[in-house]
């Protein structure tokens, strides 16, 4: 090979590189908001392992766990260790922790004022945590730049039927206050949602906390950073006001 088709070699292999490089850089479009490894439906088992007849609520005021994805994944326990190296998506110099943490603390001060008590919960939630409504905060990412939209969704099973009314009415606010449109590609990682899986995990929800994923848009879309990093406050109105009909729904405010 002469030395010409050498250098025409070395920098063709090298562009290659440099553009993987780049994308990876800026999209990591191979890790969406919700971690990778989510439950199938056949992998969660038939029969309620809890007695949920006798089943009351504890008393005091509401209680709403927010949950900022991916925060303080390097403190994962080891039944959670596949956490620890999964950092969620990116965008405009943005780590997807620090979109989900804005949105929750921002989400936490409208309804705080109204007598709920909110808990802004880390990548790993206490064990069986109870709350009567908690909310996993993520953002999503795609190779795709023109991917775009949110997406929000209970899990596999519901056993009091309550998650879903909540994704209901989430689903009906948000894009209300962002006008973000829905993306309709609900994933396995979402409806089997680790910190769903009380079945499989100290560190998850008791069964009876209502409890929904919401992805609040695509970190790798340009028009969607413009609501879930600049205007994040819209992503916090929205998913906020999903919270309080539901609560009042259930008479709890």
Not at 16 to 41: C, H, M, R, T, V
Not at 65 to 91: C, I, M, V
Request: proline share 8%; glycine share 6%.
């Amino acid at each position: 090979m002469s030395n010409n088709l050498l250098i025409i070699f070395f920098i063709f292999t090298l562009s290659i590189f440099i553009s993987i490089g780049f994308k990876n850089y800026y999209l990591k479009s191979d890790i969406s908001g919700a971690p990778p490894y989510g439950e199938s439906l056949e992998d969660i088992p038939p029969n309620n392992p809890y007695d949920f007849k006798d089943w009351v609520r504890p008393n005091g005021p509401p209680k709403v766990g927010l949950q900022a994805g991916h925060w303080k994944s390097s403190e994962a326990p080891d039944e959670l260790y596949r956490l620890r190296t999964n950092t969620g998506s990116s965008g405009a110099g943005k780590s997807e922790w620090e979109v989900n943490h804005d949105i929750a603390t921002k989400t936490a001060d409208i309804l705080r004022p109204l007598g709920i008590m909110v808990d802004i919960l880390p990548a790993t939630v206490p064990p069986q945590y109870w709350a009567d409504v908690f909310v996993a905060i993520h953002a999503d990412g795609s190779e795709d730049a023109t991917t775009t939209g949110y997406k929000v969704s209970p899990p596999w099973r519901d056993f009091h039927g309550n998650s879903k009314v909540l994704s209901n009415y989430i689903d009906q606010s948000y894009p209300q206050t962002t006008n973000l449109i829905q993306d309709p590609n609900i994933t396995r990682n979402m409806r089997g949602y680790y910190a769903f899986s009380y079945w499989k995990y100290e560190h998850a929800l008791h069964p009876m906390t209502s409890a929904v994923i919401l992805e609040t848009g695509f970190l790798t879309n340009p028009s969607d950073r413009q609501i879930i990093i600049n205007n994040s406050d819209l992503s916090a109105q929205g998913l906020a006001q999903g919270i309080i009909q539901y609560l009042e729904i259930q008479k709890l405010i």
